[in-house]
C-alpha cells in the first residue's frame, strides 16, 4: 500500500495523507486549531495504521474528527478515532440516518459510465461486510456551526454542499475547500463523483464552489490540487 502524505510533496499549507488505491485514492486532512486539530473525514479499515502513525509523527492534537459525510470510506475509523483521542465527532444533520445505512439516501451513476460502479457499491453497502462500527456524532452540523467551530479554536466557515448525500459539508479555511465528495479525483482527473444522491444539488453544489472560487480543492478522494473554475 502506497501512502504520501504534505511530508512528501507539499500542496500549499494542506495537511494531508492519501492512501494511493484504485482510482479514487481516499484522502484525509487535518486542520490546525487553538485548541487542538481536527481531523477531516477517516478513511477505509486500511487508511487507520498509516492515519495513527501520520497523526503522531507530525504531534497533531486530534481533539476533533469532522465527517464530510456518513459514507463508510470517510467514517469508517470515526468509532475507533474517538476513542483513541476522545475527539469529538462532527457529522451534518441530514446524514445522521445514513451512518451504517448507505441505502438510506439514493445513489444514482452521474454519467452512464458509472452505472455499474454504482450497482457494485450499492450491494456491497448492504452487506455486513462494508460498514464501519457504529457511532453517534457529537456535534451536529447546522446553520449554526460556524459559532460552534469559533468556541472550540476553529477560524473557519462551514459550507452546505448537498448531492453526493443531503447531508454533506466542506469546510472553507485560508483559501482550501475542504469539499469532500462534492468533488473527486478520479483517475487522476478532476470531476464530479461518480455517483450522487440528487445531481440536481450537486451541480448546484459545484455552482457555489466556483463561485466561492478556492484556491485549493481537498477533496475526499484524489491528491489536492490547484483548482481553476471551468
Request: proline residues 7%; hydrophobic residues 35%; contains cysteine.
Amino acid at each position: 500500500m502506497s501512502i504520501k502524505t504534505h511530508n512528501d510533496s507539499k500542496v500549499g499549507d494542506i495537511l494531508y495523507l492519501t492512501e494511493l488505491k484504485g482510482d479514487a485514492p481516499v484522502s484525509v486532512y487535518v486542520i490546525r486549531g487553538d485548541k487542538g486539530d481536527m481531523l477531516v473525514d477517516t478513511g477505509f479499515g486500511s487508511t487507520y495504521r498509516p492515519i495513527c502513525k501520520w497523526i503522531s509523527a507530525n504531534g497533531f492534537n486530534i481533539t476533533d474528527i469532522m465527517i464530510t459525510h456518513a459514507h463508510p470510506d470517510h467514517d469508517w475509523n470515526a468509532a475507533r478515532l474517538k476513542e483513541l483521542f476522545g475527539a469529538r465527532i462532527w457529522l451534518g444533520r441530514e446524514d445522521v440516518p445514513l451512518i451504517r445505512n448507505f441505502s438510506s439516501q439514493p445513489q444514482v451513476a452521474t454519467d452512464k459510465r458509472f452505472e455499474m460502479r454504482v450497482k457494485w457499491i450499492t450491494f456491497w453497502t448492504g452487506t455486513p461486510f462494508f460498514k464501519s462500527k457504529p457511532y453517534e456524532p457529537d456535534i451536529i452540523i447546522d446553520e449554526n456551526i460556524d459559532d460552534t467551530a469559533r468556541k472550540y479554536g476553529y477560524d473557519v466557515k462551514f459550507i452546505p454542499l448537498p448531492g453526493h448525500t443531503y447531508g454533506s459539508y466542506g469546510i472553507f479555511e485560508d483559501g482550501v475547500l475542504y469539499a469532500g465528495d462534492a468533488y473527486a479525483v478520479i483517475d487522476g482527473v478532476p470531476m464530479l463523483p461518480p455517483h450522487a444522491a440528487s445531481v440536481e444539488l450537486m451541480n448546484r453544489s459545484y455552482s457555489k464552489i466556483t463561485e466561492l472560487a478556492p484556491r485549493y480543492l481537498a477533496c475526499g478522494h484524489g491528491l489536492p490540487f490547484e483548482f481553476e473554475c471551468t
